[in-house]
């Protein structure tokens, strides 16, 4: 199940990708749609899940190290990815993106570790959100700079693994033994993606209505999904 819903958030960006030209504003906004659902989850469900996991285990200070941990990753990853995560596009190099291409790919594999724990499909649902508009941008970067189709869609294939090898990691290996410090990694990775892309200054730093309305729509979603995954999960 866990896997499946991976791979499809990727099938389902780049598919939006192949049939549809979507304008650079609009996938911002998608964005930010995405980080205001994955920073509410993250306020709403996975920050008190990880101290409250850490709390029991009496390591409440290193969670928050854990955190500020992830932080750092996703600074190191960005810069390799040239902000792709949070709808930057920079591609001034020729030929194949290679440094978008391991950001991502490595993002996304430390992403799909967590969403191996039982008790953490609100990681799932996250993720899922956040891929399909980086994968919509991914696909586009790859078009502009690889000429072969068959070269395009065999990265996009690797790239949709990445998540559920994070998943396998997560569950059939030692590193299962440290799942809430790697939640609370994780969980300091979407909070520097959604508030870069929510708090990003808008041009001219005019209130932009229409992003107002896609986070406002991004936290209700959070808030009603957590409830259900409280209820039901």
Not at 79 to 100: D, M, N, Q, R, Y
Not at 106 to 116: D, K
Not at 186 to 194: D, T
Request: proline share 3%; aromatic share 12%.
């Amino acid at each position: 199940m866990q896997i499946l819903v991976l791979v499809a958030s990727v099938i389902i960006g780049v598919g939006i990708s192949s049939f549809f030209s979507i304008p650079n504003k609009n996938i911002k906004l998608l964005l930010a749609f995405s980080g205001a659902f994955f920073l509410g989850i993250t306020l709403l469900e996975i920050l008190p899940h990880v101290y409250v996991h850490s709390i029991e285990t009496h390591h409440t200070h290193q969670i928050g190290l854990w955190i500020l941990f992830g932080v750092m990753i996703q600074y190191i990853l960005e810069t390799v990815s040239k902000g792709v995560e949070h709808g930057h596009i920079h591609l001034e190099e020729s030929g194949f993106p290679a440094g978008v291409f391991l950001g991502l790919f490595l993002h996304s594999l430390i992403e799909g570790i967590p969403v191996a724990n039982e008790e953490s499909q609100h990681f799932l649902w996250a993720i899922f959100a956040h891929n399909i508009p980086v994968s919509i941008i991914l696909y586009q970067a790859l078009k502009t700079k690889i000429e072969k189709k068959s070269h395009i869609w065999l990265l996009i294939i690797l790239f949709a693994l990445a998540a559920p090898i994070g998943f396998f990691l997560g569950k059939y290996t030692v590193i299962s033994q440290y799942a809430n410090s790697i939640s609370a990694i994780v969980c300091g990775i979407f909070l520097h993606i959604s508030t870069v892309i929510l708090f990003e200054a808008n041009a001219g730093h005019k209130f932009n209505g229409m992003k107002f309305i896609m986070m406002v729509g991004g936290f209700l979603l959070a808030y009603f999904s957590v409830n259900m995954i409280g209820h039901h999960g």
